[in-house]
């Protein structure tokens, strides 16, 4: 009879060779490389920066926010038929205060832009914007006095377009928009658009706090406190 | 629609209450319009609920540009029972844009006028309520007016799309 | 008192009363500013509401906020090109705004529309029809905390958007009916589609029923809440299911039938009492006679052109133009220009959803209009909002919001 000697920590993908690592490990008797790769192979090692973004991006609460037919074409994809449910948005907060995901879907008029602007501003760091449909991106199929675009007054992560955009292309540009957050931490876009701490800040507590007097940002402005 | 004859029957019975109230009958592919004199407005439109047009479907306003008188108001009218409709029209200069309101007797007018306000800039006397409906409430200008300028942006091509420096 | 229109923006804001309120002792009131951001108000619609407690004693509408300016931009568009600007307006029933404007265009042209186009805009204004009322079914649900009604709605909806998406290759906004008939002739599947779907789905309406006509909780918040009666409802200029819901039996389609509708058989459906639960069940009922209409409009269908043959007006099919010049010509011409109108003024009404929807179309012969104006019914009916929630609860003014079906894009155009 031949008595074949096994690696201890050799391949992973075979249940026996992991079983008597593991029991090796329980005894201490795994050496330094074999208890290099026996770490290696069962924890997951990452940045805290990562880890955040992964909770971020699979965890949007999109803002109930819907101007006009997107905001129908927004329902349709919370309905059943493109369950956005799926991936875990589907929790839509009444308040900007617990939101995180702001979906202008629709025109936007010059009536609701500053309106948009401070439910933008209520909302706490981080935040994403997404300009669905043609009128909020670029004035959509209406070029005239009452309409403006969502860019001119406020930073936008992600235009999708459409007139009103299938319910599949929002939930694509959805989730490209979690691709982004996963992949891309830095956002690089926010200092051109003056987007860092676009919070709602009391104009008592700008006088005192000098850490505050970065809240309020006017697109192009240079940073005062940086 | 009361046809021709019908039309020019009730415009004789309005001349007959107010001699300068019609100054003009139309009548168009198969709908009936009358044309009345501002201050007759009211007149005319209780003389036409007492004749059946008790419901007064749309207030809306006109601009006659470059014609003067310049800015018109339309007042459709209902006859529910025979369902029969005539318009009603008048027209204002923009120096003297006083139209009596009918919101008193016809609650349905206060929204329309005040749009037709906010749009053109036609001023009711006697509105309960008159102010801008749509625009916001410091807005200039009556948007609706046909030289009023559509605004928008320019469309950008190639030759007039301004350089962004490269940073 | 005349306001003059450079009164100073301030002054004008003071100038604003809230109406006088009668109250008994030192009751206070609250100022109750609702929206325009609010998950209940079907879009973007402000309210003042003034309350004592929780009793509403005056609410005060504040629109204009997706003000689009589409008529104005209509005037700068080719009569064609005004089809798409204008099926945005009242954002749920486009296939309406989209007849109301067509028709206006083709009274002042004189063109008739061929029977089998009137047939074909029949069947999609009746689809339309239940779609928009199955909209209202689902967010009128949300409103009232029914969360499956919304999701069951939608479920529907998505099916008559196939239907749609079948025969224009637009879910919404689909440009499908043009001046003289209609953009394209049905592909072959549609008819049995439609078929699938009519035939399924008054067991889909006997389940929504069942889940929400005796539900206790529906009943007791909608039973004998907001009803206004017939006169004063007249008196605003309300038009559609509210008006029905109080006895009314006026409805368009029956009354000044256009687009062939006198061909069809179908009953209005009319309530009793006028309150939140009569306009509920009227547009349940309405969404069964809009589906016995659409199978008649099937069942009849005529054979025929589906555009008017006027190659002045309606473009001239593709093989034409590889063999004669004249349909080249025409071509050239409705494309780059566009078809002349006579001038005149014709104002066209027709049945939506929601009321009466007229258009107001003035020519004066050139290839753009001068003026369009969208009579739209939820303009209008949203006068009637403040009798309906006269010194009833805020929870009853939310369910009432729901049953009157305002669109904000019809209101503020």
Request: no cysteine; glycine share 14%.
């Given at each position: 009879m031949e008595i074949v000697r096994r690696e201890k920590v050799s391949d992973p993908s075979d249940f026996r060779s992991r079983q008597l690592s593991a029991a090796s490990m329980m005894r201490g008797e795994l050496d330094d490389e074999q208890l290099d790769q026996y770490v290696e192979e069962r924890v997951l090692t990452t940045t805290l920066e990562k880890a955040a973004n992964w909770a971020r991006g699979n965890a949007f609460m999109p803002a109930t926010f819907g101007l006009a037919c997107c905001a129908i074409e927004m329902m349709a994809m919370v309905g059943s038929r493109v369950d956005i449910a799926r991936f875990g948005f589907e929790a839509f907060r009444a308040s900007p205060r617990q939101a995180d995901l702001l979906i202008i879907s629709g025109r936007i008029s010059i009536k609701m832009a500053p309106v948009i602007r401070r439910i933008y501003d209520q909302m706490l760091e981080p935040k994403w914007a997404i300009a669905m449909g043609a009128c909020s991106s670029s004035q959509g199929v209406f070029n005239n006095y009452a309409i403006v675009a969502a860019d001119k007054f406020m930073p936008v992560d992600l235009h999708i377009p459409g007139c009103p955009p299938r319910p599949e292309a929002l939930a694509h540009g959805v989730l490209k928009l979690r691709n982004k957050i996963l992949s891309q931490p830095?956002?690089?876009w926010r200092s051109r658009y003056g987007g860092q701490g676009t919070e709602e800040v009391l104009e008592s507590e700008l006088a005192g706090d000098a850490n505050a007097r970065h809240g309020i940002n006017v697109a192009g402005e240079a940073d005062p406190s940086a | 629609m009361p046809d021709a004859t019908g039309l020019e029957l009730i415009a004789g019975e309005l001349r007959d209450a107010d001699a300068e109230a019609v100054l003009g009958t139309l009548h168009f592919r198969g709908r009936a319009t009358l044309l009345v004199h501002p201050d007759a407005v009211v007149g005319t439109l209780e003389h036409l609920r007492g004749r059946g047009f008790n419901f007064l479907a749309s207030v809306h306003g006109v601009d006659y540009f470059p014609e003067e008188p310049r800015l018109g108001v339309m007042y459709e009218m209902l006859d529910m029972r025979t369902v029969d409709r005539i318009s009603v029209k008048t027209r204002v200069h923009t120096e003297h844009p006083h139209v009596p309101s009918v919101t008193p007797g016809w609650p349905t007018a206060d929204l329309q006028e005040r749009e037709v306000y906010d749009m053109f800039g036609v001023i009711f006397s006697g509105h309960p309520d008159l102010r801008r409906s749509h625009m916001p409430e410091d807005y200039e200008g009556h948007p609706q007016r046909r030289d009023f300028p559509i605004g928008g942006e320019p469309v950008l091509y190639t030759h007039n799309e301004p350089r962004r420096e490269p940073e | 008192m005349a306001l003059t229109p450079d009164i100073d923006y301030r002054e004008m804001e003071k100038s604003v009363e809230l109406s006088e309120i009668q109250h008994g002792g030192d009751d206070e009131f609250l100022t109750l500013n609702m929206g325009p951001h609010h998950p209940a108000t079907h879009g973007v619609l402000r309210l003042l509401t003034t309350l004592e407690g929780e009793v509403v004693r005056d609410v005060k509408p504040i629109i204009g906020y997706v003000h689009t300016g589409i008529e104005k931009t209509c005037e700068d568009k080719a009569y064609w090109k005004v089809i798409p600007i204008v099926e945005r307006m009242d954002y749920l029933s486009y296939y309406f705004n989209a007849l109301a404007f067509c028709g206006a265009v083709e009274t002042l042209l004189e063109v008739d529309v061929p029977p089998r186009a009137q047939y074909l805009r029949v069947i999609h204004l009746e689809l339309n029809r239940i779609a928009s009322h199955l909209i209202w079914l689902a967010t009128g649900g949300l409103d009232l905390g029914a969360m499956s009604v919304f999701w069951y709605g939608w479920r529907d909806r998505d099916q008559i958007l196939d239907l749609f998406e079948m025969s224009s290759g637009q879910r919404m906004h689909t440009r499908y009916f043009q001046v003289g008939g209609v953009m394209e002739d049905i592909p072959s599947g549609f008819e049995a589609a439609v078929r699938r779907f009519t035939s399924g789905f008054p067991t889909r309406l006997d389940q929504f029923e069942d889940l929400i006509d005796k539900n206790e909780i529906v009943l007791q918040r909608l039973?004998?809440?907001?009803a206004v009666d017939e006169q004063t409802l007249l008196g605003l200029g309300v038009t559609g299911p509210l008006l029905r819901a109080t006895g009314n039996p006026f409805d368009l389609r029956k009354a000044a039938p256009y687009c062939s509708y006198d061909h069809f058989d179908f009953k209005i459906p009319v309530g009793t009492v006028g309150d939140n639960y009569d306009r509920y069940r009227v547009r349940m009922a309405e969404m069964r006679e809009s589906l016995k209409i659409v199978e008649q409009a099937l069942d009849g269908l005529p054979e025929g052109a589906y555009i008017t043959e006027n190659r002045k007006i309606a473009l001239p099919p593709r093989h034409e133009l590889a063999t004669s010049m004249e349909a080249l010509i025409h071509h050239f011409k409705l494309v780059t220009e566009g078809f002349r109108v006579p001038p005149g003024e014709v104002y066209y009404p027709i049945e939506s959803p929601r009321g009466e929807l007229g258009c107001f179309v003035r020519s004066d012969g050139s290839a753009k209009p001068a003026r369009v104006h969208m009579r739209d019914p939820s303009f209008v009916n949203l006068q009637a909002f403040k009798p309906m929630v006269q010194d009833l609860y805020i929870a009853d003014l939310i369910a009432t919001l729901a049953m009157l079906d305002p669109i904000l894009g019809g209101i503020d155009r």
């Open positions: 830095d956002q690089g | - | 039973r004998n809440v907001a």
